[in-house]
């Protein structure tokens, strides 16, 4: 009797902690595939919620107060489902672009929000007049304009971007300058744009190629590609896309010696290039002046020293085994290097205040691919609580093998009994992976690590404390900017509402 009372109140603090931070708003969405929900918000705090489903577009305002302002079902013409490329705040509105194909035609079918309203507004097609033999990368839009990006054999780039509604303009630019990969169009394969609400991960900024914006130059940024004709030796490559001229530039960093797997990467900040190198006994962070490419602060260590830029202890993330919570602090300093470098290297770098910097620094390790069910793996299956006459009994969720779980009629999350949320039918990568890092919070003059007073919990910190406390990690989750805040939404599915709570770096 004595254990069930402990129990419960220990259930009833944990409940009070997980709800302790406020909500912003709570919406009401008939989603059944929460990956299918876009976001948009703008400088003014105004978020609109999209997803399309059943042949309908869905669409939910929210204003800068948490209020609905605007909800509208509309049916989407032709009953395709669209697919997001990007999206744009304009003076009014709320933009998507979405992609459609008809035969070996291409076209963009925007349409868009009233920012204030939620009005919904249907723009006209239009035609991207590509050439035989251009393969379609991906798009992505900034604060002034919506770009599609194509390439073909000769691996030219073809860039189009809006010039208005009905007519995008072309340019192409030569890629000659560049040393070709050993693997064809290898860089291309895993661009991602970075935007400003882009998530401060090492699952964002595992990726090897980068594009960013600044004004009408495209930047594109390599990391640890093998070169044709350079040995062993790889760097970080920069390619820049002038619109105005048609020009391109092509630099690099000095080179490093490329062992099994690339262990550097980078990040574009403002006018400065971080890129920080992993290996087992050594760790290098070089910040680079982008304009002239000379070194501007480095920091040194090896196996056996402290990372004394530190601002948070090493987490590690995702690397859950039997009765294990998926999250760990590695304290030992022996293990800490070689921890960092089990994965894909990766850095983000982010500015909540006018006087400091936030980088993320750490490794990503991809979850593995399933072909068949392992026979070793274990499932939980969730706590059930049962009324009885002796008031409120809770029976504790026990370990089972996973290859004997009904698949057909438990895999979905309103079941009570079994739920693999990791299970994959086609041998796709199953899990989060595995997400090793620590928080370094520098000067934004100096470099030179920020005073004590400026180490507290990050605001991303802050977010996954927050999900560490939810019963069950959300299946869809968003981040936005608002002025000095972030905000976070999620989807609960088992509420079916989106909640929105709001964040701070104070």
Not at 402 to 427: K, V
């Amino acid at each position: 009797m004595r254990k069930l009372i402990l129990a419960l109140l220990f259930l009833g603090f944990a409940a009070t902690e997980a709800s302790a931070q406020q909500e912003f708003a709570n919406l009401d969405l008939p989603i059944r595939r929460a990956e299918d929900l876009v976001s948009v918000a703008d400088g003014d705090g105004n978020v609109c919620l999209y997803f399309f489903q059943g042949g309908k577009l869905y669409f939910n305002l929210v204003s800068p107060g948490g209020q609905l302002v605007a909800a509208q079902e509309i049916p989407y013409r032709f009953s395709q489902q669209p697919q997001i490329l990007g999206t744009r705040v304009t003076e009014n509105e709320f933009i998507f672009y979405s992609r459609f194909m008809n035969g070996n035609k291409e076209y963009v079918r925007p349409f868009a929000v009233d920012r204030y309203t939620g009005a919904f507004r249907s723009m006209p097609d239009a035609s991207i007049k590509k050439d035989r033999g251009e393969t379609f990368v991906g798009a992505f839009a900034d604060a002034d304009h919506f770009y599609m990006l194509f390439t073909d054999k000769k691996e030219n780039l073809h860039l189009y971007r809006e010039l208005d509604e009905s007519y995008y303009e072309k340019k192409t630019f030569s890629s000659a300058e560049m040393p070709r990969t050993r693997t064809r169009h290898e860089r291309q394969s895993e661009l991602i744009f970075v935007h400003p609400d882009l998530e401060r991960t090492v699952f964002a900024g595992h990726h090897r190629s980068k594009i960013y914006t600044r004004g009408d130059k495209i930047y594109m940024i390599f990391d640890g590609y093998s070169l044709k004709g350079k040995g062993k030796e790889t760097t970080t490559e920069i390619l820049t896309l002038d619109w105005p001229s048609g020009q391109t530039t092509y630099r690099m960093l000095p080179a490093l010696e490329l062992k099994n797997e690339p262990h550097f990467n980078s990040f574009l900040h403002q006018d400065m290039l971080f890129r920080v190198q992993l290996n087992k006994d050594k760790f290098n962070l070089t910040a680079y002046d982008f304009n002239t490419l000379k070194p501007i602060k480095e920091y040194n260590y090896t196996g056996d020293q402290e990372i004394d830029i530190k601002a948070t202890p090493v987490h590690q993330r995702g690397a859950s085994a039997l009765f294990s919570s998926g999250s760990s602090v590695i304290e030992k300093t022996s293990k800490v290097m070689r921890n960092l470098s089990s994965g894909k290297p990766a850095i983000t770098v982010d500015a909540f205040s006018d006087s400091t910097l936030q980088l993320t620094i750490g490794s990503y390790q991809p979850p593995s691919s399933r072909n068949n069910p392992d026979p070793t793996r274990m499932v939980r299956t969730p706590d059930r609580y049962i009324q009885t006459s002796r008031g409120l009994f809770m029976m504790p969720g026990r370990w089972v093998p996973a290859y004997t779980l009904p698949y057909a009629s438990s895999m979905s999350p309103y079941n009570r009994y079994y739920y693999d949320p990791y299970y994959s039918r086609n041998g796709e990568p199953t899990g989060p992976g595995i997400s090793t890092y620590f928080r370094a919070v520098l000067d934004r003059e100096t470099l030179n690590k920020a005073a004590s007073d400026s180490t507290a919990a990050t605001v991303q910190d802050k977010i996954e404390a927050y999900e560490e406390e939810l019963k069950q990690t959300p299946d869809y989750k968003t981040l936005y900017r608002y002025g000095n805040k972030l905000h976070y939404g999620y989807f609960d599915r088992r509420s079916k509402t989106f909640k929105i709570l709001e964040f701070t770096q104070n």
